[in-house]
């Protein structure tokens, strides 16, 4: 049966919304940068009785790894009904701090593996005629201490904003959840608290879909 895939699915916001899914009785595909951030994913979902969880190793820069991953991911669960992309690069950085390459490197993280991996499954969930795209933002004012951050998530709701346009008529719901915090747990920012908001936006009806929220603590 269709299920989520979670891009970024390491500790913080991409344990938190993969648990949350997999409650459900979802089966649910934790996608990481490295088998360790991998093997815990999957490891603390099947502790909490998770039934159906599997997860694949795959940088997000990496234009192929995601594309077999996500095909594979399809070939065993089908077109998943909710796509999750929380990858990011954070760093502190100041306007041209960093080299043209440096600057670029974020921008691969926060910025085109959403594009890969949103266009590679968008398509498919249009033809399904359903299907949830969730982009985890932030910075929703841009701060000059965390330039290439606040590109990155400039750029992350204008995507959502083209997906939505040309998805969202087939029946594809895309969203932003905007994080306006250090996230972390037993705070305003609790990650547990934020999965919610993800689980509230794919369960929305037609008609009533919340395409940004901001979460603000």
Do not use: C
């Amino acid at each position: 049966m269709p299920g989520a895939v979670v891009i970024g699915a390491g500790p913080g916001i991409g344990l938190s919304v993969a648990r949350r899914f997999a409650r459900t009785g979802m089966p649910v595909v934790a996608i990481a940068r490295t088998k360790d951030t991998v093997d815990a994913t999957v490891s603390a979902l099947t502790g909490d009785g998770a039934k159906a969880v599997e997860g694949f190793v795959a940088d997000s820069t990496d234009e192929a790894g995601i594309r077999v991953a996500l095909d594979t991911a399809v070939d065993r669960h089908g077109v998943p009904d909710v796509l999750v992309y929380n990858a990011a690069h954070i760093r502190w950085d100041a306007p041209g701090e960093l080299s043209a390459a440096e600057l670029l490197a974020t921008l691969a993280v926060n910025v085109v593996g959403a594009v890969t991996a949103a266009a590679h499954l968008g398509p498919r969930m249009s033809a399904a005629g359903h299907g949830t795209i969730i982009l985890t933002g932030g910075m929703p004012d841009p701060e000059p201490k965390v330039t290439s951050l606040s590109l990155g998530k400039a750029g992350i709701r204008t995507l959502a904003t083209l997906l939505a346009g040309e998805y969202g008529p087939s029946g594809v719901h895309v969203a932003t959840v905007t994080v306006a915090g250090a996230v972390a747990p037993g705070t305003a920012f609790d990650p547990d608290d934020i999965a919610e908001i993800y689980w509230r936006l794919h369960t929305q009806a037609p008609g009533t879909w919340d395409h940004e929220v901001l979460h603000s603590g």
